[in-house]
Structure formats: structure tokens, C-alpha cells
Nanobody
Framework: VQLVESGGGSVQAGGSLRLPCAAS????????MGWFRQAPGKEREGVAG???????SYADSVKGRFTISKDNTKNILYLQLNSLKPEDTAMYYC??????????????????WGQGIQVTVSS
């Protein structure tokens, strides 16, 4: 499975971005998906997960502001980022692996990763 993120960039605090992640290859076997981010000097953290049936979960830091979704017909995973804060500045990665019932947000749950896309939020 190949994953390619896009849609990143620079935005002022309070603004919004949408990050698509296009999946190709054996996508039918990798319907458990998630978004992660890594800020400079920090470990990569789980942001949101979506399971095979479409159930979602979020890190407390983004709950109510970010929304994960997927378009199964186009094999695209999305992360909608609203009410952005400077602390949301990070490299954002999409990930996928296998089938899951119950969303996952641990790095070890995913074997396929995108190359990452930068999101910068200025105050």
C-alpha cells in the first residue's frame, strides 16, 4: 500500500486546513487507518484513527477541532483541521494496515506510512 499526503501549508491561528491522503495498491486489505503528527524535538503521536467500519477516535488535544474521514470509493483518507493553534504545528503522517474494528492510534498498529506533510500554524 502506498500513501501520499497533500494539502499542508502555513495558516494563521484559528484557520483551517484539509489534508487528503491518497492510498493505492492493495487498499482492500488496509482499511484500518490513522493520522499521526510529529513536532520538532517531540515523539510522533497519534492524532486520529478510523476503523474498517468507519468508527473514529481522537487524541484529547484535537477532539472537537479535527475530523477524520475516508472516501472508500476514491481510496482517500482525510483529516479536517479546524480552529488551528500554534501547537498544532508538526509534520503530519497518514498510516494504514489491515482490518480493525475499533480505531487505533498507536504507531505499532500500522505498517504503511506516507512521507508526511508539513502544517505550520502562526500566532
Amino acid at each position: 500500500v502506498q500513501l501520499v499526503e497533500s494539502g499542508g501549508g502555513s495558516v494563521q491561528a484559528g484557520g483551517s486546513l484539509r489534508l487528503p491522503c491518497a492510498a493505492s495498491g492493495d487498499t482492500g486489505r488496509s482499511t484500518c487507518m490513522g493520522w499521526f503528527r510529529q513536532a520538532p524535538g517531540k515523539e510522533r503521536e497519534g492524532v486520529a484513527g478510523i476503523d474498517t467500519a468507519g468508527s473514529t477516535s481522537y487524541a484529547d488535544s484535537v477532539k472537537g477541532r479535527f475530523t477524520i474521514s475516508k472516501d472508500n470509493t476514491k481510496n482517500i483518507l482525510y483529516l479536517q483541521l479546524n480552529s488551528l493553534k500554534p501547537e498544532d504545528t508538526a509534520m503530519y503522517y497518514c498510516a494504514a494496515d489491515g482490518v480493525c474494528y475499533g480505531p487505533r492510534q498507536k504507531e505499532s498498529d500500522f505498517g504503511y506510512w506516507g512521507q508526511g506533510i508539513q502544517v505550520t500554524v502562526s500566532s
